[in-house]
């Protein structure tokens, strides 16, 4: 390169890479705001004394922790044993998240598939009816879940007009309930990442497939699935995370039996009986154990990529 | 045998209807065993929706396709023992190169180690062994499109359907890849039937080719046939290069047909059964059967005046106005500039035609 143009060039780039620190600074700003400083101050308050009234004495103290693990304290006088109340809320809650994940997957394929695989004029109308009711508010279509389910509810109603059964099914109050309620919250996360990945998915793949002998089945399971892997994979994240901190669906639908994390967090913060350093440990539990799953994930995923 | 197992594929009356539009017209033919059949056509002529329809991926909306004598209009594609090289590969992105090939061999029953061992086989054919544990990605389109053919010949299919599978290849890799198809084909002995619009490629490779257009099949016949001897208007045209006049056919005798042109004059040529006498009809003449002379000689000529050459590398070409018709095209190898005169453009000449070459046309 000749002189001249070399330095006239990195001039050039020295500005442009001062202007890109600037021009980055509004991502930070955000991140910062709405990320971070939330995340340290639910940290700094996990490790807080409780006040009794609500709020926290800034004291250090890792009896949130204690709490949630044990039942008469690790530091207490007598021996302590573990506590297994929370851990079995957790269990439950991962559980009923699990569920309605796979639920919404088994629904959320086959739309998507079926979106994907209209003309494309159409396909921008699917999409648009599939968010229709979201506009509605969450609690507002909680609430009326709540009454569809009911014993004397429309969908017992329908299901014994038409004859399938004869006594009403009690769905209300239970795990089905809070599976469905979170299934239904959902659902478009599900339905969309998995739509863009089947519309960006070659077709053309499938009639190979065919032409080689493998039957629809196969060709789902050996050629569809491997290549909408990702918008799968995506669907079930965007699932599985807010319905595992989901307190509305549970507290709405699934009555006291049926308590999951997200009321246990809720319940900490409310009124005068919380218990806020409490409910900011259970938050980072929480949180520690969502990130070391998607760590696990993404560390799986590089290994397979490597290998091929 | 009998002589319906002679025949791979024989298609009877197919109509293919989208909606109100008839892409396919009753298209009847019979491709033998053994042969290299190209379905040749410009885009949207209905070639590609032939084909699919005897891989299975359209249905017949009125007709039968016949396999071997076993009718298969309605079997599903993974039923029908015929494969397809795509037009744009359809490698798995996921698999392996030996995955991809060995796919169909293990769809139809065969162990994951025996389709690996068929799987190198194929590979070897197509001299890609080396490449057998990369992904579809890490290949240029020249091997992927080999791949694409190891993959469909692996199983065996009593056909191989291959939809232009040449036309994403830049022009030297496309001729080498001509040769070595016809290679393979007669090496494995299987029934191919190539979709193409290239008209060249059409003529270097095929046993027979059937020339389709608006859904209709215009001609069938071996190269040399389709080409010296054109059907009609518009297989004249598509293929090669041609010089048209219209005429009228004054009369017919002894296998000759005399006919003259618009100002009068008068040619003679080889009758065809369809025209008959006073039909005014289109004379086909390949320009490489023309040749350019000062006086007029003792073949057919006709009088005009030279409009340029061009320069091709093999061949001159002139563009020669004819007085009595339009602009005609001839073609003088660059070995014959010693023996044929080049004339100036502005120069008059006379245009000749060889004998047998002028050709009529049914429309």
Redesign the interface.
């Known amino acids: 390169m000749a002189g001249g143009a070399a330095s006239g060039g990195s001039a050039a780039s020295d500005t442009y890479a001062k202007a890109r620190h600037w021009l980055l600074l509004p991502s930070w700003v955000v991140v910062g705001i709405f990320v971070l400083a939330p995340v340290l101050m639910m940290m700094v308050y996990s490790f807080l004394t409780k006040e009794f009234r609500g709020g926290v004495i800034w004291e250090f103290s890792l009896s949130a922790y204690d709490q949630f693990f044990f039942d008469r304290g690790l530091f207490g006088d007598e021996p302590a044993k573990i506590d297994w109340t929370y851990i079995a809320i957790f269990w439950r809650s991962i559980w009923q998240a699990g569920a309605a994940t796979i639920l919404s997957l088994l629904i959320g394929f086959p739309t998507a598939y079926f979106i994907a695989t209209r003309p494309e004029k159409n396909r921008a109308i699917w999409v648009f009816l599939i968010t229709i009711p979201y506009w509605v508010n969450l609690l507002i279509r909680t609430v009326s879940m709540k009454f569809l389910l009911r014993d004397q509810g429309p969908l017992n109603d329908f299901l014994v007009n038409i004859g399938l059964i004869d006594t009403p099914l009690h769905i209300i109050n239970t795990n089905l309930a809070v599976q469905l309620g979170l299934f239904y919250s959902y659902l478009p996360f599900m339905v969309l990442p998995i739509y863009a990945s089947v519309e960006r998915y070659?077709f053309?793949?499938s009639?190979?497939?065919?032409?080689?002998?493998?039957?629809k089945w196969?060709t789902l399971r050996r050629?569809l699935l491997?290549?909408v892997k990702p918008g799968v994979i995506a669907g079930c994240i965007l699932v599985f995370v807010p319905s595992l901190g989901a307190f509305l669906a549970p507290d709405l639908l699934g009555g006291a039996k049926n308590f999951m994390i997200g009321s246990l967090i809720e319940e900490q913060f409310k009124g005068n009986a919380g218990n806020w350093p409490f409910g900011a440990a259970i938050s980072m539990i929480l949180l520690t154990m969502v990130l070391t799953i998607l760590l696990i994930y993404a560390r799986q995923q590089r290994q397979a990529e490597d290998l091929? | 045998m009998t002589d319906a197992s002679q025949i791979a594929v024989d298609v009877r009356d197919a109509v293919k209807r989208y909606g109100d539009f008839t892409a396919l017209q009753k298209i009847s033919l019979s491709i033998r065993d053994n042969e290299f059949f190209t379905l040749l056509g410009p885009s949207g002529c209905g070639k590609t929706t032939l084909l699919r329809m005897i891989a299975g991926f359209e249905d017949v909306s009125e007709g039968g396709i016949f396999l071997y004598g076993e009718e298969i209009e309605n079997l599903p594609p993974h039923q029908r023992p015929v494969n397809t090289v795509f037009q744009n590969y359809a490698l798995f992105p996921h698999m392996t190169i030996l995955d991809n090939v060995g796919f169909g061999l293990e769809m139809r029953g065969a162990s994951k180690s025996e389709a690996r061992r068929r799987a190198g086989e194929m590979l070897d054919l197509v001299q890609l062994s080396q490449f057998a544990s990369r992904k579809p990605a890490q290949l240029s389109g020249g091997q992927q499109q080999r791949v694409a053919l190891a993959r469909a010949l692996a199983p065996s299919p009593k056909v191989l359907l291959l939809d232009e599978p040449l036309s994403a290849l830049d022009l030297k890799l496309r001729k080498a890849m001509q040769i070595e198809l016809k290679h393979i084909q007669r090496e494995t002995g299987i029934t191919f039937i190539f979709v193409t619009h290239d008209q060249e490629e059409a003529l270097t490779m095929s046993d027979r080719i059937a020339v389709m257009s608006a859904g209709r099949m215009q001609q069938l016949g071996a190269p040399q046939d389709i080409y010296e001897a054109p059907r009609n208007m518009f297989v004249a045209d598509f293929i090669g290069e041609t010089n048209l006049l219209e005429v009228s056919v004054d009369a017919i005798e002894a296998g000759r047909a005399t006919c003259h042109l618009g100002g009068g004059h008068e040619l003679t040529c080889n009758a065809v059964d369809e025209v008959k006498r006073g039909a005014r009809v289109h004379m086909s003449i390949r320009p490489e059967r023309l040749f350019l002379s000062e006086h007029p000689t003792e073949s057919e000529s006709l009088k005009g005046t030279i409009v340029e050459n061009i320069f091709i590398g093999t061949d001159i070409t002139t563009i020669i106005d004819l007085a009595e018709g339009p602009n005609f095209t001839v073609r003088t190898s660059n070995s014959d500039r010693g023996t044929k005169r080049i004339f100036e453009p502005g120069a008059q000449a006379y245009v000749n035609m060889e004998h047998g070459a002028a050709r009529l046309l049914v429309d």
């Open positions: 070659n053309a793949l009639e190979a497939a065919a032409d080689l002998y493998a039957t196969v050629i491997p290549a091929s």
